[in-house]
């Protein structure tokens, strides 16, 4: 089991930048890959940006340019760093975590979510 808590959400005016932070718990050294999706009202939850354990990153084509994944194995923790935000990108923000299972299953565990808001 993988257990994921986030933080650093909040409320930024339109052009400000946040930083998302989430550390994984429990069996760490099963992960994968990590990542943040978020999910607006009354909208699906989509993918932002994901990293994998070889450090192979993707985003979605309104993070690029943007925002940046990064992770940092020692502290288990990974980072979404957002610039130029916008109100579109008001949300709530989940990070993700992909691992395997001892039977080698890929499972995939979630955190609790954060709220970002972006508005003057």
């Known amino acids: 089991q993988v257990q994921l808590v986030e933080s650093g959400g909040g409320l930024v005016q339109p052009g400000g930048s946040l930083r998302l932070s989430c550390a994984a718990s429990?069996?760490?050294?099963?992960?994968?890959?990590m990542g943040w999706y978020r999910q607006a009202p009354g909208k699906q939850r989509e993918l932002v940006a994901r990293?994998?354990?070889?450090?192979?990153?993707n985003y979605a084509e309104f993070a690029k340019g943007r925002f940046t994944i990064s992770r940092d194995i020692a502290k288990n923790t990974v980072y979404l760093q957002m610039n130029s935000l916008k109100p579109e990108d008001t949300a709530v923000y989940f990070c993700?975590?992909?691992?395997?299972?001892?039977?080698?299953?890929?499972?995939?565990?979630w955190g609790q979510g954060t709220q970002v808001t972006v508005s003057s």
């Open positions: 990293i994998t354990s070889a450090f192979s990153t």
């Open positions: 429990g069996n760490r050294a099963s992960i994968y890959a």
């Open positions: 993700n975590a992909e691992y395997y299972s001892s039977s080698n299953s890929l499972l995939t565990s």
